[in-house]
C-alpha cells in the first residue's frame, strides 16, 4: 500500500500515461484500461486504498475535476455547429433522457429487488453519457458531422441534467415520509436551476469581459479561467447543492458563442488537464471498489446491460428523432452508441455514501452497479460501434486527404494528380483567378483565407488529415501550419520551400517548426517548381509491379523524375519529404514530377513508329 501522497500521485501518473498511451496504440477508448488498472491496483493487489490515502479531500477533488471536465467539454459547444439537429439534442436530454430514466428504473427495481426509491436514483444516475467517454469513442467511430456532433451536444449536456436528477430524487428519499417532502424535492430543483444558471452566466460574462478588454496577459489568462471556474462551482454548490456542474457548463457555452473572444489557448489547456483529470479519476474510483462487490452483482449486470443498449436508448433516440432529418442508418448508430462515464461514476459514489449514512444500507450496490454499466457499455460500444458505422456507411473516409494552401498552377498541378487517383484534396486561396482555374479543372476549392474565422465555419474537411503549404507567401504556409498543426498533427505538416528560405539567415525565418516537413528536396523551391511547368513539365504516376521495382524506376529516369507522393494499395497516401526515406514496394504508384527534357523524350517516343 502507498503510505505517502507524493508516491501515490506518481504511480497514478505513470500509471495514467501508460494507459493513455496503450490506447492510444491499439485505437480503444483509454477508459477500458484505465478502469483495469483502477481494479487491478485496488480489490485485485490491494496495493492503493484512495479512501485512506485521501480522507475526506477525495470527493472535494473528485467534484472540482469533474467540474473543470464538463467546463472543457462546453467549450467546444458552438451553437452553429448544432444548427441543422438542435430539436434532436433537446429531445433527447428531455424526452430521452425521461425514457431512459423510466425503462432503468423499472428494469433494476425487478432485477435485483430494489426499492423503488433506490432504482429511481439509479435511472437517473444512467441518463448521463459523458464527454469523457463520447469524445475518445468518437476519435475512434469518426462517424459524420451530424451524428457526432448530436453526441457531443447530448453527451456534455446531459450530465449536469442526470446530476440534477439525482439531487432531486436524493432530496425526495431523505424527505421521504414528511409531509413536504414533495414540496422539497420541488424547491430543490427551482434552487439548482437558479443558482447554476445564474452563477454560470455571471461568471461566464465576466470571464469574456475580462478577455476582450485585455485586462489579464495572456500567460495568466489560463489561470484566470480555472480560478473563475472553480468559484462558479463552488458558490453556486453552496447556494443550491450540486448545482456547480450545470454553472460550469453554462459558463464554458457562454464563453463558445462568443465571437470577438478568442478561446484557443483557454481550450487547448483545458483539454491537456482533463486528460490528466479523467485519467486519475478513473483510477481512483475503479480502486474503491472490492471484489465482493462486484461478484455478488452475478449475472443480472448482463441483463439490466442488454436492455439499456437494445431497449432503453433505441426508444429514447427514435423518439427523440422524429421529424428530423436523419436517416435510419444514423438513428441506428445513434441509438448503439451511450457510454456511461466519469460523472456517473463520482455521482454514485458519492450519494451512495450519503444514503448509506442516512440510514439506506443497499445503497453501496449503485457504485458496483454503476461501474459495472460504464464497464459493459463501454467495451461493449467502442468494440463494435466503428465496425458499425463502417457498415451502416455513416462513418467519415479515412482522413487520407490533404488541405492545400494555395491554388496556384503547382498546387493545380499536385491536386489533379492526387485527385485522379481517389484523394481528396482541397485548394484554398483569396486570389479568384487561381481559384477560378482550379475550379475550371474540377478541382474542390475554399475561396478564402483558410485560417480566417469564416473558415473555422465553412471548411469542410472531412476525410482531409493533412496540409501541404504550397503558397509562395512564406508567412501563409506558416501561418496555416500553426493553425492545423493541433488538428491534423505537426507530422502530418508540410510545406514547399521559397526562396526566402534559402537567403534569409535564420534569426528573420519565421516559425520554422509551424511550417512542417519539407517536401520533395532540398533544392526543390516554388520557384523552381512553379519554373519547371511553366517550361513544359508535367506531374504523373508509374506503378511498380515484381518486375518493375522502384530500384528500376529510379535507373530509367535518375532525377529527370522527382517522386512527389507514394500511394499504397490500402489508399494510404505518403509524402515525399527531406530527410526521410522514400522506399515504395510493389503495388505502390509513385506520383512524380517529369522534368520537360524527360517529358519531350516520351512524347517522341510515342510518336515514333513501331
Not at 97 to 108: F, G, H, I, Q
Not at 132 to 155: C, F, K, Q, S
Not at 541 to 555: A, C, H, I, P, W
Amino acid at each position: 500500500m502507498f503510505d505517502s501522497g507524493i508516491i501515490a500521485f506518481a504511480f497514478i501518473g505513470i500509471l495514467a500515461f501508460a494507459c493513455q498511451w496503450l490506447a492510444w496504440r491499439v485505437r480503444l477508448p483509454a477508459i477500458l484500461f484505465l478502469l483495469a488498472s483502477g481494479i487491478v491496483v485496488g480489490p485485485v493487489a490491494g496495493i492503493f486504498h484512495p479512501d485512506a490515502l485521501f480522507g475526506e479531500l477525495l470527493f472535494p477533488l473528485i467534484s472540482l475535476a469533474v467540474a473543470i471536465i464538463l467546463f472543457e467539454g462546453s467549450l467546444t459547444l458552438d451553437l452553429k455547429e448544432i444548427r441543422s439537429q438542435r430539436k434532436v439534442v433537446q429531445r433527447l436530454i428531455t424526452v430521452g433522457a425521461a425514457v431512459t430514466w423510466v425503462v432503468v428504473a423499472v428494469a433494476v427495481h425487478y432485477l435485483f429487488a430494489l426499492s423503488w426509491e433506490l432504482s429511481i436514483l439509479f435511472g437517473a444516475l444512467t441518463v448521463v453519457t459523458g464527454p469523457t467517454v463520447i469524445v475518445p469513442m468518437l476519435r475512434t467511430v469518426r462517424p459524420n458531422a451530424d451524428i457526432g456532433n448530436i453526441l457531443r451536444w447530448e453527451g456534455i449536456l446531459i450530465d449536469p441534467l442526470g446530476a440534477l436528477l439525482v439531487v432531486v430524487v436524493y432530496e425526495f428519499i431523505v424527505a421521504q415520509g414528511q409531509a413536504e417532502g414533495v414540496l422539497s424535492g420541488m424547491l430543490a430543483f427551482v434552487e439548482i436551476i437558479a443558482s447554476g444558471s445564474v452563477l454560470g452566466l455571471a461568471c461566464g460574462w465576466l470571464l469574456g469581459f475580462i478577455l476582450k478588454k485585455h485586462w489579464v496577459p495572456e500567460y495568466l489568462e489560463n489561470l484566470a479561467t480555472l480560478s473563475l471556474v472553480f468559484f462558479s462551482f463552488s458558490v453556486a454548490n453552496m447556494l443550491a447543492h450540486e448545482s456547480g456542474l450545470l454553472a460550469v457548463t453554462l459558463m464554458g457555452m457562454w464563453l463558445a458563442n462568443q465571437k470577438d473572444i478568442h478561446i484557443g489557448e483557454i481550450l487547448n489547456f483545458k483539454e491537456n488537464l482533463t486528460v490528466l483529470l479523467i485519467s486519475g479519476l478513473f483510477i481512483i474510483l475503479a480502486a474503491r471498489l472490492t471484489l465482493e462487490e462486484l461478484i455478488a452483482l452475478g449475472w443480472l449486470p448482463f441483463a439490466l446491460l442488454a436492455i439499456m443498449q437494445f431497449v432503453a436508448r433505441p426508444l429514447s433516440v427514435w423518439l427523440s428523432a422524429i421529424g428530423s432529418s436523419l436517416h435510419w442508418r444514423e438513428k441506428l448508430l445513434l441509438s448503439w452508441i451511450a457510454p456511461r462515464g466519469i460523472v456517473a461514476a463520482a455521482v454514485s459514489a458519492l450519494f451512495a455514501i450519503k444514503l448509506e449514512q442516512s440510514g439506506e444500507p443497499s445503497a453501496m450496490i449503485l457504485v458496483p452497479l454503476t461501474f459495472s454499466v460504464i464497464f459493459g457499455t463501454v467495451v461493449l460500444q467502442s468494440a463494435t460501434a466503428r465496425p458499425l458505422a463502417r457498415w451502416l456507411k455513416v462513418a467519415e473516409p479515412p482522413p487520407h486527404g490533404y488541405l492545400m494552401i494555395g491554388a496556384n498552377p503547382v498546387a493545380r498541378a499536385i491536386a489533379k494528380a492526387l485527385k485522379k487517383h481517389d484523394v481528396r484534396v482541397v485548394l484554398t486561396d483569396s486570389n479568384w483567378d487561381n481559384i477560378r482555374a482550379a475550379r475550371m479543372d474540377s478541382l474542390e476549392t475554399f475561396y478564402g483565407n483558410p485560417v480566417s474565422e469564416y473558415a473555422e465555419q465553412r471548411l469542410d474537411l472531412v476525410g482531409i488529415g493533412k496540409l501541404l503549404g504550397l503558397s509562395p507567401e512564406r508567412s501563409l504556409n506558416t501561418v496555416a501550419g500553426m493553425r492545423f498543426g493541433a488538428e491534423f498533427g505537426q507530422q502530418n505538416i508540410f510545406a514547399l520551400q521559397t526562396t526566402s528560405d534559402t537567403r534569409l539567415a535564420d534569426k528573420h525565418l519565421d516559425g520554422e517548426v509551424h511550417r512542417g516537413q519539407h517536401l520533395f528536396g532540398a533544392d526543390m523551391t516554388f520557384s523552381k517548381f512553379s519554373s519547371m511547368l511553366a517550361q513544359g513539365a508535367e506531374v504523373h504516376s508509374t506503378r511498380l509491379t515484381d518486375e518493375y521495382g522502384y530500384v528500376d524506376f529510379v535507373e530509367s529516369n535518375g532525377k529527370a523524375a522527382i517522386p512527389l507522393f507514394g500511394i499504397a494499395p490500402d489508399g494510404k497516401v505518403h509524402t515525399c519529404v527531406i530527410d526521410r526515406k522514400f522506399e515504395p514496394q510493389s503495388g505502390w504508384k509513385i506520383i512524380s514530377l517529369f522534368t520537360p527534357t524527360l517529358v519531350a523524350e516520351r512524347a517522341r517516343a510515342q510518336t515514333q513508329p513501331v
